[in-house]
Every structure is written in structure tokens, then in C-alpha cells.
């Protein structure tokens, strides 16, 4: 095989190489997400627990968690797109990587890349439809705190 068809391979598998390592970094961010919701929906569940807490606050705090346990769904979804596209994108590059031996493998390239792409846009559009989740359940803390501060000064 000539030199020029092998760097024409190698060159052509940096490409999934590459979106792997984007990917990467978005399955960090995406974890990062997760983390933070399970961490305060624990928090939320402790106060909600506790016999001290008003059943005006209760009220809110399920309704809170309804929205967070949305916000979480979407986000272990996201991360599952996100693990299967660095999949495709691996596959890509190995498909790319043993065309140098097998021509008819070649026409597999394309149709996994597009399916990482598809999957990273997947995962993109849930982390957007859990980011304004998350902004609903900082409106009902906010709208919470409101209704005490307005009720206590009702005094």
C-alpha cells in the first residue's frame, strides 16, 4: 500500500479520534450536572423530613423535586447519548484505521459518525431542556421565599 493512501487513513480516523476527546469533555460537565442535582435532591428530601419544616415549605419542596427528578432524568439520558457517540466515534476510527485493509469497510464511516453527531446533538438538546427545568425549581424556591417574606409581613 502506498505511503500517501496510509496517511490519507490515519488522517481521516483523527477526526473521530478527536470528537471523542469533545465528548469526554462534555460526559465531565454532563456528570457534573448530575452530581449537583442528586446532591440537592437529598438535601431537599432531608428538609423535607424534618419535623420542624412548615407544610407550606413541604408543599414546595415536592414540587421542587418533581421538577429535579425531571432535571435528573434528562441528564442520565444526556450522558447515555454522550457515552454511546464516543462509542460510534471509536468504532469510526477503527472501521477508518482497517480500511487500509478492507475497502468495503469504508462505507460504514459515515453512517457511525453521523450517528455520534446525531447522539451528541441528542444529549445537547436534553442538557438545554434540563437547564430550563432548572430554572422553574430556582423560580418556586424564589416564589417560596416571596410568599414568606409577603405573609410575614402581613403581621
Known amino acids: 500500500m502506498p505511503t ?7 488522517t481521516a480516523a483523527v477526526t473521530p479520534v478527536v470528537l471523542v476527546s469533545a ?9 457534573s450536572r448530575y ?3 442528586s446532591d ?8 423535607y423530613r424534618d419535623p420542624n419544616c412548615m407544610q407550606q415549605r413541604r408543599i414546595t419542596i ?11 432524568h434528562l441528564v442520565s439520558w444526556a450522558v447515555r ?7 460510534a466515534f471509536i468504532i469510526d476510527a477503527l472501521i477508518i484505521s482497517a480500511t487500509l485493509w478492507r475497502h468495503m469497510l469504508a462505507t460504514a464511516t459515515l453512517p457511525l459518525f453521523l450517528v455520534g453527531i446525531v447522539l451528541m446533538m441528542l444529549a445537547l438538546v ?6 430550563q427545568s432548572s430554572n422553574r425549581t430556582v423560580s418556586l424556591e424564589m416564589s417560596d421565599i416571596a ?8 403581621h
Not at 410568599?147 to 402581613?154: C, N
Request: glycine share 6%; aromatic share 6%; net charge negative.
Open 35 to 37: 452530581i449537583s442535582i
Open 40 to 47: 440537592r435532591m437529598r438535601a431537599l428530601a432531608h428538609e
Open 81 to 87: 447519548a454522550l457515552y454511546i457517540a464516543v462509542g
Open 126 to 131: 436534553c442538557q438545554l431542556l434540563e437547564l
Open 4 to 10: 500517501n493512501d496510509a496517511l490519507q487513513v490515519l
Open 147 to 154: 410568599d414568606t417574606r409577603h405573609s410575614g409581613s402581613d
Open 23 to 31: 465528548t469526554a469533555i462534555l460526559i465531565s460537565g454532563t456528570n
Open 62 to 72: 415536592s414540587q421542587e423535586l418533581l421538577i429535579f427528578q425531571y432535571r435528573i
